[in-house]
């Protein structure tokens, strides 16, 4: 069976990370670079999915940008937020570190802002079914608007990794495999957890995992031990993810992904990295090159390869979940 490959692009406002994060005044240009991500893919047949949030789409110019896609190709409008920026907003000024995450707000406020940026797709024609949390926060609460709302995928999960941030998800328990969050209620969707893609240069990759935690959060961290490992091509943390991965170690990854034959895998991007001067991946033009450079070796390796299927995030949810139904109907009776 194939593997499903989505592509998705967080698409939002851009600031210099690292700093304060913007509450008003935001800046959108990077969204004009869209048309060109989008012609990219149509060449390969890669349906992308755009992770679109409230800053976008509330600004005319970047929401004009986002609705005219369509006439560069298929793709997927799906929902992103920043939580910091999203009305209703309470601070305009410093927001803690911890407020950046969704999931550490009350469950009232995370319904709101969910809701705000919901109500701007519905008045843009706009059904989201898809789902990237900021700074990569989801579950509880917002997993309930979510399935009340008709999702079918959350694309929030990165494997085998957590933050040192106050209040950052923990996701050092999950690998890269898809997981089903059933119906809380009737008429709820059941909602599917799509990981974005990372592992490592060697198998098995929960070893390797355990490895590299077991170092960063004890002594053995003053050894540099990952450093000298990495350096020395024992073992290497990898991300398919186009800002701090060369192509050629996305093509190798993609070998290793290859073998595995995984349900489905996710490369990425932030919008704001495919403009120069927009973030700290991108800083000039030949960043901005050496960008779309990799992924037209990506994508050009995808469509020569029949092993991968390209698909949209709520495509690949769909699939899994109508495969779910045929092996439970496939199940020996009691």
Same mark, same amino acid.
């Given at each position: 069976?194939?593997?499903? /490959?989505? /592509?998705?692009?967080?698409?939002?406002?851009?600031?210099?990370?690292?700093?304060?994060? %913007?509450?008003?005044?935001?800046?959108?240009?990077?969204?004009?670079?869209?048309?060109?991500?989008?012609? &990219?893919?149509?060449?390969?047949?890669?349906? $992308?999915?755009?992770?679109?949030?409230? !800053?976008?789409?509330?600004?005319?110019?970047?929401?004009?940008?986002?609705?005219?896609?369509?006439?560069?190709?298929?793709?997927?409008?799906?929902?992103?937020?920043?939580?910091?920026? @999203? $009305? %209703?907003?309470? #601070?305009?000024?410093?927001?803690?570190?911890?407020?950046?995450?969704?999931?550490?707000?009350?469950?009232?406020?995370?319904?709101?802002?969910?809701?705000?940026?919901?109500?701007?797709?519905?008045?843009?024609?706009?059904? $989201?079914?898809? +789902?990237?949390?900021?700074?990569?926060?989801?579950?509880?609460?917002?997993?309930?608007?979510?399935?009340?709302?008709?999702?079918?995928?959350?694309?929030?999960?990165?494997? +085998?990794?957590?933050?040192?941030?106050?209040? !950052?998800?923990?996701?050092?328990?999950?690998?890269?495999?898809? &997981?089903?969050?059933?119906? =809380?209620?009737?008429?709820?969707?059941?909602?599917?957890?799509? $990981?974005?893609?990372?592992? /490592?240069?060697?198998?098995?990759?929960?070893?390797?995992?355990?490895?590299?935690?077991?170092?960063?959060?004890?002594?053995? #961290?003053?050894?540099?031990?990952?450093?000298?490992?990495? #350096?020395?091509?024992?073992?290497?943390?990898?991300?398919?993810?186009?800002?701090?991965?060369?192509?050629?170690?996305?093509? =190798? +990854?993609?070998?290793?992904?290859?073998?595995?034959?995984? %349900?489905?895998?996710?490369?990425? &991007?932030?919008?704001?990295?495919?403009? !120069?001067?927009?973030? &700290?991946? @991108?800083?000039?033009?030949?960043?901005?090159? #050496?960008? /779309?450079?990799?992924?037209?070796?990506?994508?050009?390796?995808?469509?020569?390869?029949?092993? +991968?299927? %390209?698909?949209?995030? @709520?495509?690949?949810?769909?699939?899994?979940?109508?495969?779910?139904?045929?092996? !439970?109907?496939?199940?020996?009776?009691?």
């Amino acid at each position: 069976m194939a593997t499903h /490959f989505a /592509f998705t692009i967080d698409t939002e406002e851009e600031w210099q990370w690292g700093r304060e994060w %913007p509450t008003k005044a935001l800046s959108l240009s990077n969204v004009q670079n869209l048309p060109r991500l989008q012609q &990219v893919c149509a060449r390969y047949g890669v349906p $992308p999915t755009y992770f679109v949030n409230h !800053a976008v789409l509330a600004d005319a110019e970047a929401r004009d940008t986002v609705l005219g896609l369509s006439q560069w190709g298929r793709h997927e409008i799906g929902m992103h937020i920043h939580p910091w920026n @999203t $009305p %209703p907003v309470t #601070r305009n000024g410093f927001v803690p570190v911890r407020e950046t995450y969704l999931h550490n707000l009350d469950d009232a406020t995370i319904q709101a802002k969910l809701a705000s940026v919901y109500n701007l797709f519905r008045e843009c024609e706009l059904t $989201p079914t898809s +789902f990237r949390g900021g700074r990569y926060s989801s579950g509880g609460a917002i997993h309930e608007f979510l399935q009340s709302h008709g999702f079918v995928a959350d694309s929030s999960v990165v494997p +085998f990794t957590s933050w040192q941030d106050d209040g !950052a998800p923990d996701y050092r328990h999950r690998d890269g495999l898809p &997981v089903r969050i059933a119906p =809380r209620r009737a008429g709820d969707a059941a909602l599917w957890e799509i $990981p974005l893609t990372l592992g /490592f240069t060697r198998r098995p990759f929960r070893f390797w995992a355990r490895c590299y935690q077991t170092v960063e959060r004890s002594w053995l #961290r003053n050894l540099r031990l990952i450093g000298i490992a990495e #350096r020395t091509g024992l073992v290497s943390r990898t991300w398919l993810n186009l800002e701090d991965t060369s192509a050629a170690d996305l093509l =190798r +990854f993609l070998r290793t992904l290859r073998r595995m034959n995984l %349900p489905c895998i996710c490369l990425t &991007v932030h919008s704001s990295s495919l403009m !120069a001067g927009k973030n &700290v991946y @991108t800083r000039t033009r030949d960043d901005e090159e #050496r960008i /779309f450079a990799a992924l037209e070796s990506v994508l050009s390796a995808i469509a020569e390869d029949a092993a +991968f299927q %390209p698909a949209t995030m @709520t495509e690949i949810a769909t699939q899994l979940e109508d495969q779910h139904h045929a092996c !439970a109907r496939n199940q020996p009776a009691g």
